[in-house]
């Protein structure tokens, strides 16, 4: 018996499988290949499996970590290639091994975000959207663990960010706050919306590149 995790990619069609059926999707890939999941304990046992942080849908990512247990002894070093081979299409393995940090030690997002525009990026979007994120605070609506919306400022939620821009896109490189508390990438589309919405992109995609730990380094 042993713990696993798995790092995949999510993309393509894939972006828009939700949270539950992504759950679904994985523990009959693992049935398919043969795996046995260890179950709690109880009247109701289930799987022993989670996903750190996960994805909201529509988003893509280069770096989705998946933790579960199993009753055989396994390093899974091999699991990778032998998953891929039943993972439905934008679902790709890339490593499994046996985990040596927690998830909490997750504290950084770093995403690739485009802002596209159907005619065009308008004139000085970029100075000013870049001064909008790089204020003293910003403060928009989001929703609560109680899904309820409050007033929050994110500003602080933003630990780097840099901004280009093509004809058509703004592209911005951002690390953001990955827990306790965490920003949805998705949301400074909000911001800009909200506070200048003549520069409000047509529409918006959020791709993970790589999860970091409190000293800037990638988390495994």
Same mark, same amino acid.
């Given at each position: 018996?042993?713990?696993?995790?798995?790092?995949?990619?999510?993309?393509?069609?894939?972006?828009?499988?939700?949270?539950?059926?992504?759950?679904?999707?994985?523990?009959?890939?693992?049935? $398919?290949?043969?795996? !046995?999941?260890?179950?709690?304990?109880?009247? @109701?046992?289930?799987? !022993?499996?989670?996903?750190?942080?996960?994805?909201?849908?529509?988003?893509?990512?280069?770096?989705?970590?998946?933790?579960?247990?199993?009753?055989?002894?396994?390093?899974?070093?091999?699991?990778?290639?032998?998953?891929?081979?039943?993972? +439905?299409?934008?679902?790709?393995?890339?490593?499994?091994?046996? +985990?040596?940090?927690?998830? *909490?030690?997750?504290?950084? =997002?770093?995403?690739?975000?485009?802002?596209?525009?159907?005619?065009?990026?308008?004139?000085?979007?970029?100075?000013?959207?870049?001064?909008?994120?790089?204020?003293?605070?910003? =403060?928009?609506?989001?929703?609560?663990? $109680?899904?309820?919306?409050?007033?929050?400022?994110?500003?602080?939620? !933003? @630990?780097?960010?840099?901004?280009?821009?093509? @004809?058509?896109?703004?592209?911005?490189?951002?690390?953001?706050?990955?827990?306790?508390?965490?920003?949805?990438?998705?949301?400074?589309?909000?911001?800009?919306?909200?506070?200048?919405?003549?520069?409000?992109?047509?529409?918006?995609?959020? $791709? *993970? !590149?790589?999860?970091?730990?409190?000293?800037?380094? &990638?988390? &495994?």
């Amino acid at each position: 018996m042993g713990k696993l995790r798995l790092l995949f990619v999510k993309e393509g069609r894939a972006v828009y499988i939700s949270h539950l059926d992504l759950l679904r999707t994985f523990q009959r890939v693992f049935l $398919r290949q043969g795996l !046995v999941l260890r179950h709690s304990q109880g009247f @109701h046992p289930h799987p !022993v499996i989670s996903f750190a942080l996960p994805l909201p849908v529509g988003q893509a990512s280069d770096c989705e970590i998946l933790d579960f247990e199993v009753t055989q002894d396994l390093d899974g070093a091999d699991l990778p290639q032998a998953l891929n081979a039943f993972m +439905p299409e934008g679902i790709r393995a890339l490593d499994c091994y046996i +985990p040596a940090r927690p998830i *909490r030690d997750i504290a950084e =997002i770093r995403c690739k975000v485009n802002f596209l525009y159907d005619a065009g990026v308008p004139a000085n979007a970029l100075e000013e959207i870049r001064s909008l994120f790089t204020g003293e605070s910003l =403060i928009i609506q989001k929703r609560t663990k $109680r899904k309820s919306l409050a007033d929050v400022d994110i500003r602080p939620m !933003v @630990h780097r960010l840099e901004m280009e821009a093509a @004809h058509a896109a703004l592209h911005l490189d951002v690390s953001v706050s990955a827990q306790n508390p965490g920003l949805n990438p998705a949301l400074l589309a909000a911001a800009v919306e909200a506070y200048l919405p003549a520069l409000a992109p047509d529409f918006v995609q959020v $791709r *993970r !590149v790589e999860l970091m730990d409190a000293a800037g380094e &990638r988390f &495994r």
